[in-house]
């Protein structure tokens, strides 16, 4: 048994000094002067339940070099995530029952629970769906992330299959044909530097024709990192008529094309939108018309994130810095509340993907993050224990540090 004793505990909308008895691996009190079994002191720390990454990319198998399962595992569970979503843009991808049972065994050394996503199509190739039915039982969706399904001909039969196996469509919305070579979106900043842009609407059209299929199929659809403000006016109009749901980055909330630089560390997919989309973004999370916030943590070699915004990959890493960029910028300055966060980062992830609820409550499953809320620190690049350091938030301000996370009542890291 483990006491979190005088701990601020997230109950509801409040934050209330209790303390937390902990006994295998569930909540099974929650009052005052509670001192039973192994005591951890929590005085002047918050207890939050821990977080749920739906979007991330472990490397393994196939790009070792860029990360492991287990070394991210470490890194998610030092940032407060005890739940993330695998992304299937791996080699080889769990397109097949023999491929997925792979990625089954390798994740068996991480420290937290990483859940599989398989694909949508074979190889995310778009010649042929993968198959669904065989691969069911161990995945909690398809997805192609990193590339958009081009035909919607295999769209609408995987969203066909999908409903049946009452598993959900996460999309990654991207028309190909109308990328002409970008590497940042078409804007103010890439016209004055003379850089290759993205059209916005190459994210927007394919997602229009995702939705009239959707609508069709009934089929439980989520959009991976919405970036424009014509995609969440899209978002808002169907989430009226079916079942769909959306995401947005850390990255995405908190930059805009307009503090982009010629820097690797600043070339992601989709690429930083405008000030315009950027308040969007921010007024849907706020108004409820974003469902979750994940980080698209994307580990590259820091030699491949060397070569400027042409030559890098698309990718940066973000889960070390979600937590304490998004609590500094929008809870401390009073723009969101502490649990309108702990909804996008956690209990909303839980409710849209049928995973154990981290509410903090007796009878349920002990899946905690302890945070000091009060210590201020500066992101540096040794703050970030990624293999990969890349990161656009270098030399930012940030406040709240977590100094321990609970899976299953274990305590999984330790400041």
């Known amino acids: 048994m483990i006491t979190l004793k005088n701990g601020n505990v997230l109950i509801g909308e409040n934050l209330i000094k209790k303390d937390i008895l902990i006994s295998e691996d569930k909540i099974v009190k929650i009052d005052n002067s509670i001192n039973e079994g192994k005591i951890v002191d929590c005085s002047n720390l918050t207890i939050l339940p821990s977080f749920i990454d739906c979007h991330v990319h472990f490397r393994e198998p196939g790009f070792e070099y860029k990360a492991t399962i287990a070394e991210e595992a470490k890194v998610a569970a030092k940032s407060g995530y005890t739940d993330v979503f695998m992304m299937p843009n791996l080699k080889p991808s769990p397109?097949?029952?023999?491929?997925?049972?792979?990625?089954?065994?390798?994740?068996?050394?991480?420290?937290?629970?990483?859940?599989?996503?398989?694909?949508?199509t074979k190889d995310e190739k778009s010649v042929e769906l993968s198959d669904m039915e065989d691969i069911k039982k161990?995945?909690?969706?398809?997805?192609?992330?990193?590339?958009g399904v081009k035909t919607s001909d295999l769209m609408y039969k995987a969203m066909i299959n999908a409903a049946s196996l009452n598993r959900p469509i996460i999309a990654h919305s991207e028309d190909e044909s109308l990328l002409y070579g970008g590497v940042v979106r078409e804007g103010i900043?890439?016209?004055?530097?003379?850089?290759?842009g993205i059209l916005d609407i190459s994210e927007t059209a394919q997602l229009a024709r995702d939705l009239v299929l959707v609508e069709k199929t009934n089929c439980q659809y989520h959009l991976c990192h919405i970036s424009s403000k014509y995609s969440l006016e899209l978002i808002k109009w169907y989430k009226t008529r079916c079942r769909v749901s959306c995401e947005v980055t850390?990255?995405?909330?908190?930059?805009?094309?307009?503090?982009?630089?010629?820097?690797?560390?600043?070339?992601?997919?989709p690429p930083l939108a405008s000030v315009e989309d950027q308040k969007a973004l921010i007024e849907g999370i706020k108004d409820g018309s974003i469902d979750i916030i994940s980080t698209d943590h994307a580990p590259h070699s820091?030699?491949?994130?060397?070569?400027?915004?042409?030559n890098s990959p698309f990718g940066i890493v973000g889960l070390e810095t979600a937590f304490p960029l998004l609590y500094k910028r929008f809870v401390d300055?009073?723009?969101?509340?502490?649990?309108?966060?702990?909804?996008?980062?956690?209990?909303?992830?839980?409710?849209?993907?049928?995973?154990?609820?981290?509410?903090?409550?007796?009878?349920?499953?002990?899946?905690?993050?302890?945070?000091?809320?009060?210590?201020?620190?500066?992101?540096?690049?040794?703050?970030?224990?990624?293999?990969?350091?890349?990161?656009?938030?270098?030399?930012m301000e940030a406040k709240g540090l977590v100094k321990y996370t609970i899976l299953n009542g274990g305590i999984i890291y330790e400041a």
């Open 95 to 120: 397109s097949t029952l023999k491929d997925v049972k792979l990625l089954d065994d390798l994740r068996k050394d991480a420290i937290i629970n990483c859940h599989i996503l398989g694909t949508i």
């Open 250 to 269: 850390p990255h995405h909330l908190l930059l805009n094309e307009m503090d982009l630089v010629d820097d690797g560390s600043f070339k992601m997919n």
């Open 138 to 147: 161990y995945v909690k969706g398809y997805s192609d992330d990193g590339k």
């Open 302 to 310: 820091n030699e491949e994130k060397s070569k400027g915004l042409l």
């Open 189 to 196: 900043w890439n016209k004055d530097h003379l850089i290759p």
């Open 333 to 395: 300055t009073n723009e969101l509340s502490l649990k309108r966060l702990v909804d996008l980062m956690s209990l909303n992830e839980s409710k849209l993907f049928n995973l154990d609820s981290h509410e903090i409550i007796e009878g349920n499953k002990a899946n905690l993050v302890i945070i000091d809320l009060n210590k201020e620190f500066t992101i540096t690049p040794d703050f970030i224990t990624s293999k990969s350091k890349s990161s656009p938030f270098i030399g």
